[in-house]
């Protein structure tokens, strides 16, 4: 990039031939079903290819299950299901993806080059069929199954028991050539695997009361037991580029069983365990098929909490009205139906390094090196420190929530519409609370989280035009839903916590950005405020702002911008969503449309503060001052905003200022799909349907969003720019019934 003669550089930009490409997606189902009412079976299979059009990505899964049930006598019957998936994943070729996992960051100097024959140069060092090409297999094999027994030896008694399991398995196999990173090779395998067993029982009776009174009592049992197992080892500059595995002697009888043979092997094992049970106790009444209360408790017991909090106690219970007798007289109102629950339920932790209270750890090594077991040789096992001290008394985290509900319909039922709030407070939940420096560890977990989220969901379905034989019919539905959300407590009675740039401040949301405001630049040394106690210039962590630099607003007013000066603004969840869309036809003809909205929501672009703060870009030789070939995609135009001294010494094209929080909210014509009706219902063809049609995917996108895609938002509100586009996609398709 230094010489124009350059022709890597200069020469013709036409990489997009290579990165971006129309890619075939399918998806083929099939099923079979037969039997009887006491013995019948289905089978059902599948095959689905979907793909990017972005850098040769895609995904394949093959799926089969298989069902029966018999009837061994008429108050038995004995359900089963096994089911079968496989996956299997093209991942994508960037550069930030392999050096984060190589631990690796060479010279960043140069992006990669914009010419299509020196880019696919590049690429071909992915290709596998190459005896020193790159490897990347990803697989996962799922199977799944049960067996259920339900049986009514009497009249009003009930029994369910159901066994059933789960296991999961994700394998990869990972290598990448000398040619690749400056004379070094990586290999890494992973292999990991879920598996869980769940034991089911329930028994109930119903109870006639009076003429219209029904009570319906269950109670049972759950158990489930889960396996979280992974094994992952990793090597760089292995002997050669043609040996791409580390074969050992299997054989434990041997000396040499294990060890690898040419190969610096750092291996990360880990394995978790759990089980919950749960005792269960619930009734409902019905009167007069208007009136439905309902109760349930449970005693639930979690092997990841700590000993002296094992145990919970879960209740709810709700209320239904239905007013059809009230409303029988109406000449708009065709039906009524009120709801309202009330719930408190416990939250499970998902890891087990909570339920023992303090714990050591093999954690010997430093910051960004691999850990280490042993120290000359010796095991040797450390405090907590990078990953958060852990202590005793850590009780449930659980949830109360209230809801009210109401669904009514109009005009004999052609418009129904349902209304339901609620409010939702999540109570001692657990996070890392900062600690003093000196104690060396990142922080402290600790109870007392609490979120409260107040919110109002509304369903809409209007049948404008009923649909008939040779009419027009129009089928319209959409939800919208409100969602607040606020801090309202933290552990320790603490006001605020600050989490690197994240601050915690009770009564505000908790996913609102901590910014500096910005108010335009100073244009000249004479417009930086002066600090009248001093006679100097208003400054930034101690550094003198100057002409050039961005015109921070001082909140506190003590002629110093700093951390004391961010406020909390935007929200990087949407306050609303939801969409609609309708389903019109017409003879034989079909149009189906579907429109997806998020509103309130911003994102903070990274993208741009990257780009425009290119001088420290440059020099941080991190993961983020990594080009990918998209380096040279124009994702936005970065001219609107203000030309700062980039050189300053106060970074003024800094991430965290509200110069770079944007409107995040957008509208997406998700499908579009028009079909055709072949069969007539089984009089044109053999079949009793037989539907052709074309789907379009992804067709729209209306948004206030400078990047190039707001649903490329990463989930914490970071739009970086590195995100595979969400393709647009033309599907078409047949579906049949015999």
Same mark, same amino acid.
């Given at each position: 990039?230094?010489?124009?003669?350059?022709?890597?550089?200069?020469?013709?930009?036409?990489?997009?031939?290579? %990165?971006?490409?129309?890619?075939?997606?399918?998806?083929?189902?099939?099923?079979?079903?037969?039997?009887?009412?006491?013995?019948?079976?289905? $089978?059902?299979?599948?095959?689905?290819?979907?793909?990017?059009?972005?850098?040769?990505?895609? $995904?394949?899964?093959?799926?089969?299950?298989?069902?029966?049930?018999?009837?061994?006598?008429?108050?038995?019957?004995?359900?089963?299901?096994?089911?079968?998936?496989?996956?299997?994943?093209?991942?994508?070729?960037?550069?930030?993806?392999?050096?984060?996992?190589?631990?690796?960051?060479?010279?960043?100097?140069?992006?990669?080059?914009?010419?299509?024959?020196?880019?696919?140069?590049?690429?071909?060092?992915?290709?596998?069929?190459?005896?020193?090409?790159?490897?990347?297999?990803?697989?996962?094999?799922?199977?799944?199954?049960?067996?259920?027994?339900?049986?009514?030896?009497?009249?009003?008694?009930?029994?369910?028991?159901?066994?059933?399991?789960?296991?999961?398995?994700?394998?990869?196999?990972?290598?990448?050539?000398?040619? *690749?990173?400056?004379?070094?090779? $990586?290999?890494?395998?992973?292999?990991?695997?879920?598996?869980?067993?769940?034991?089911?029982?329930?028994?109930?009776?119903?109870?006639?009361?009076?003429?219209?009174?029904?009570?319906?009592?269950?109670?049972?049992?759950?158990?489930?037991?889960?396996?979280?197992?992974?094994?992952?080892?990793?090597?760089?500059?292995?002997?050669?580029?043609?040996?791409?595995?580390?074969?050992?002697?299997?054989?434990?009888?041997?000396?040499?069983?294990?060890?690898?043979?040419?190969?610096?092997?750092?291996?990360?094992?880990?394995?978790?365990?759990?089980?919950?049970?749960?005792?269960?106790?619930?009734?409902?009444?019905?009167?007069?098929?208007?009136?439905?209360?309902?109760?349930?408790?449970?005693?639930?017991?979690?092997?990841?909490?700590?000993?002296?909090?094992?145990?919970?106690?879960?209740?709810?219970?709700?209320?239904? %009205?239905? $007013?059809?007798?009230?409303?029988?007289?109406?000449?708009?109102?065709?039906?009524?139906?009120?709801?309202?629950?009330?719930?408190?339920?416990?939250?499970?932790?998902?890891?087990?390094?909570?339920?023992?209270?303090?714990?050591?750890?093999?954690?010997?090594?430093?910051?960004?090196?691999?850990?280490?077991?042993?120290?000359?040789?010796?095991?040797? *096992?450390?405090?907590?420190?990078?990953?958060?001290?852990?202590?005793?008394?850590?009780?449930?985290?659980?949830?109360?929530?209230?809801?009210?509900?109401?669904?009514?319909?109009?005009?004999?039922?052609?418009?129904?519409?349902?209304?339901?709030?609620?409010?939702?407070?999540?109570?001692?939940?657990?996070?890392?609370?900062?600690?003093?420096?000196?104690?060396?560890?990142?922080?402290?977990?600790?109870?007392?989280?609490?979120?409260?989220?107040?919110?109002?969901?509304?369903?809409?379905?209007?049948?404008?035009?009923?649909?008939?034989?040779?009419?027009?019919?129009?089928?319209?539905?959409?939800?919208?839903?409100?969602?607040?959300?606020?801090?309202?407590?933290?552990?320790?009675?603490?006001?605020?916590?600050?989490?690197?740039?994240?601050?915690?401040?009770?009564?505000?949301?908790?996913?609102?950005?901590?910014?500096?405001?910005?108010?335009?630049?100073?244009?000249?040394?004479?417009?930086?405020?002066?600090?009248?106690?001093?006679?100097?210039?208003?400054?930034?962590?101690?550094?003198? *702002?100057?002409?050039?630099?961005?015109?921070?607003?001082?909140?506190?007013?003590?002629?110093?911008?700093?951390?004391?000066?961010?406020?909390?603004?935007?929200?990087?969840?949407?306050?609303?969503?939801?969409?609609?869309?309708?389903?019109?036809?017409?003879?034989?003809?079909?149009?189906?449309?579907?429109?997806?909205?998020?509103?309130?929501?911003?994102?903070?672009?990274?993208?741009?503060?990257?780009?425009?703060?290119?001088?420290?870009?440059?020099?941080?030789?991190?993961?983020?001052?990594?080009?990918?070939?998209?380096?040279?995609?124009?994702?936005?135009?970065?001219?609107? %905003?203000?030309?700062?001294?980039?050189?300053?010494?106060?970074?003024? %094209?800094?991430?965290?200022?509200?110069?770079?929080?944007?409107?995040?909210?957008?509208?997406?014509?998700?499908?579009?799909?028009?079909?055709?009706?072949?069969?007539?219902?089984?009089?044109?063809?053999?079949?009793?349907?037989?539907?052709?049609?074309?789907?379009?995917?992804?067709?729209?996108? *209306?948004?206030?969003?400078?990047?190039?895609?707001?649903?490329?938002?990463?989930?914490?509100?970071?739009?970086?720019?590195?995100?595979?586009?969400?393709?647009?996609?033309?599907?078409?398709?047949?579906?049949?019934?015999?």
């Amino acid at each position: 990039m230094r010489d124009s003669t350059n022709a890597d550089y200069y020469g013709a930009s036409n990489w997009t031939d290579l %990165y971006y490409q129309y890619s075939p997606t399918y998806n083929v189902d099939a099923s079979i079903s037969g039997g009887s009412d006491r013995a019948n079976f289905r $089978f059902f299979s599948g095959l689905t290819k979907n793909a990017n059009t972005a850098d040769a990505t895609s $995904f394949t899964r093959y799926n089969g299950s298989f069902y029966i049930n018999v009837a061994p006598v008429k108050w038995m019957m004995v359900s089963s299901m096994l089911s079968y998936t496989r996956q299997e994943r093209e991942r994508n070729r960037n550069v930030r993806d392999r050096l984060a996992e190589q631990r690796y960051i060479p010279d960043l100097t140069n992006p990669l080059t914009p010419n299509k024959e020196l880019y696919g140069t590049y690429l071909k060092e992915f290709d596998k069929d190459y005896a020193t090409g790159a490897t990347d297999d990803n697989t996962n094999n799922l199977i799944n199954g049960y067996l259920a027994i339900s049986a009514n030896p009497f009249e009003r008694l009930n029994y369910t028991g159901r066994i059933g399991f789960d296991y999961n398995e994700g394998i990869r196999d990972v290598f990448w050539p000398r040619t *690749l990173l400056e004379g070094n090779n $990586f290999v890494s395998n992973y292999f990991g695997y879920n598996q869980r067993l769940v034991l089911t029982n329930s028994l109930s009776y119903d109870l006639e009361i009076g003429d219209a009174g029904k009570l319906i009592l269950k109670g049972g049992q759950n158990f489930v037991s889960d396996v979280y197992k992974y094994d992952y080892a990793y090597a760089n500059n292995t002997p050669n580029d043609f040996i791409k595995i580390n074969v050992v002697e299997g054989d434990p009888n041997k000396a040499e069983y294990l060890i690898p043979r040419g190969f610096l092997v750092n291996y990360f094992p880990g394995k978790m365990q759990s089980k919950l049970v749960s005792f269960f106790g619930n009734a409902v009444y019905t009167h007069n098929e208007m009136l439905k209360l309902s109760a349930v408790v449970s005693r639930e017991g979690s092997s990841n909490m700590q000993a002296d909090n094992r145990w919970f106690t879960n209740y709810s219970g709700g209320i239904e %009205y239905d $007013f059809q007798d009230m409303i029988i007289n109406s000449n708009t109102l065709s039906s009524l139906l009120a709801t309202a629950s009330y719930g408190h339920i416990g939250k499970l932790l998902n890891d087990d390094r909570f339920n023992a209270g303090p714990a050591y750890r093999v954690d010997l090594g430093f910051t960004d090196e691999p850990t280490l077991g042993s120290y000359s040789g010796i095991g040797g *096992l450390s405090r907590p420190y990078s990953t958060g001290w852990v202590g005793y008394g850590i009780p449930w985290a659980y949830t109360n929530q209230l809801n009210i509900g109401l669904r009514f319909g109009l005009l004999e039922d052609r418009l129904r519409i349902g209304i339901d709030g609620y409010r939702k407070a999540d109570k001692d939940m657990l996070m890392p609370v900062p600690v003093a420096a000196e104690w060396g560890y990142t922080g402290a977990y600790k109870n007392g989280l609490e979120v409260n989220n107040t919110g109002i969901d509304i369903t809409l379905a209007a049948q404008i035009l009923p649909q008939g034989a040779n009419r027009l019919g129009w089928l319209f539905t959409g939800n919208f839903n409100y969602n607040k959300n606020e801090l309202s407590a933290l552990p320790d009675g603490l006001a605020n916590v600050e989490i690197g740039n994240t601050r915690l401040e009770i009564g505000k949301p908790i996913d609102a950005f901590w910014i500096l405001k910005n108010n335009g630049i100073y244009n000249s040394d004479g417009e930086v405020p002066q600090n009248p106690s001093t006679n100097t210039p208003i400054t930034y962590k101690g550094v003198p *702002l100057k002409a050039g630099d961005p015109r921070w607003v001082d909140v506190n007013g003590d002629y110093t911008i700093n951390d004391d000066d961010k406020v909390l603004e935007g929200s990087y969840m949407p306050k609303m969503s939801g969409g609609f869309g309708s389903s019109l036809t017409y003879n034989d003809f079909s149009l189906d449309f579907q429109f997806y909205y998020a509103l309130k929501r911003n994102a903070l672009n990274q993208y741009a503060a990257s780009r425009l703060d290119f001088i420290n870009t440059e020099v941080n030789n991190n993961i983020n001052s990594v080009k990918e070939i998209t380096f040279w995609e124009r994702k936005q135009d970065l001219s609107e %905003y203000p030309v700062y001294n980039p050189w300053s010494a106060v970074v003024p %094209y800094r991430q965290d200022q509200d110069l770079f929080l944007e409107n995040a909210s957008y509208l997406k014509l998700r499908s579009l799909s028009i079909g055709y009706d072949l069969s007539r219902n089984g009089t044109r063809t053999a079949f009793r349907k037989c539907l052709l049609y074309v789907t379009g995917t992804n067709l729209l996108t *209306l948004s206030p969003f400078k990047g190039d895609d707001p649903e490329l938002v990463n989930y914490n509100g970071i739009y970086n720019g590195y995100g595979l586009v969400n393709p647009q996609s033309l599907i078409l398709g047949v579906r049949v019934n015999f």
